[in-house]
């Protein structure tokens, strides 16, 4: 009678072992595959900001004089938002550049 009590809890205990073993298996899946999704959005988003600032660069060198690509690169890397206003072709350029490197780097 006791060794059928102790048969049982074992059963129940083994049982729930293998349920927390299960749970903790898919749960560091689970963070492995969530690190993984951080990391690829991290690259991404470098891989925008490098294409970015090689196509500043591109685009300062198209620029007649050299006061011209000093003040764009000027406001490119301080300014911001004025580098759309000096330089109305800058965004078309950008979204062409952007546009082409990630087609050809994925």
């Known amino acids: 009678m006791i060794q059928d009590a102790f048969a049982a809890l074992y059963a129940s205990l083994y049982v729930i072992l293998t349920i927390w073993v299960i749970a903790l298996c898919l749960g560091l899946v689970a963070s492995l595959w969530n690190r993984n999704s951080r990391l690829r959005e991290d690259n991404y ?62």
Do not use: C, N
């Open 45 to 106: 988003d470098l891989r925008i900001r490098v294409i970015t600032a090689e196509a500043a660069l591109a685009f300062a060198e198209q620029l007649p004089s050299l006061q011209a690509k000093s003040d764009f690169l000027w406001e490119y890397m301080f300014g911001g938002s004025y580098v759309g206003a000096m330089h109305p072709s800058w965004p078309k350029f950008l979204h062409a550049r952007i546009s082409a490197a990630l087609d050809t780097r994925s």
